[in-house]
DNA sequence: TGCCAGGCCCTCTTTAGGGCCTT
């Protein structure tokens, strides 16, 4: 596992719970290495059922779409390979982490990589912003965009450059080198209050001794 | 548009309630 390369994915799904029957309509991801997007995945998926209004309206996914889109299952095997052993990374990870466990579930596929949240440190990194929505973090940060949101793959690749943005605002802020992505999930978990001082101590801790910190 | 769920997080908290965020 190289520890400077993540899957940033994101669904669009037809509700908020596979819990109570929701299922994935779209996914989008890419493989972001060394701060660049290198790869991409995106795919309509067929959940079987028609999607609300709501839900056409909100993602410009009609049920014409999906009707000749390909199974489910037949996406998440491709996306099974394609996510690999990467660290995943998604805004707002608790909603896609089971979207992605409950479809991979269907095809008897585990997930073995963890997750971070690009939701959680934005709020402790960027605590000045209006909200912590994707849309109003892209413009907040002036991060690259087509002005396409709420499709599963355009959401991935700004999710993608907002964790780039982030992790370099991180570095030159505290002087870190490197930012591994277990220090990303510690920040996410840090008590707002308390994350100045806490990243002041892991960057003089890394400047002694980097090895010590994994990936 | 808001509801549905669930995790996170804040506060007038912890024997709780409500807002944020995802679709």
Partial sequence: MNNNSFVVLDFETTGLSPFDGDRAIEIGAVLLCDGRVVNRFQSLMNPGVRISSFIQDYTGISNAMLKKAPPISDVMQQFAHFMADQHLIAHNASFDRKFLDAELERIHVSRKQEFACSMLISRRIYPDAPNHRLETLVNYRSLQTNGVFHRALADAEMTAHLWTDMTNSIK?????????????????????????????????????????HGS
């Avoid at 591994?180 to 209050?193: E, Y």
Wanted: proline share 7%; charged share 20%; with cysteine.
């Fill in 172 to 212: 030159s802020t505290y002087n870190f080198k490197e930012i591994p992505f277990k220090l990303m999930q510690r920040i996410s978990k840090v008590p707002k209050a308390s994350i100045s001082d806490y990243l002041t101590r892991a960057a003089a801790s890394m400047a002694k001794s980097p090895a010590c």
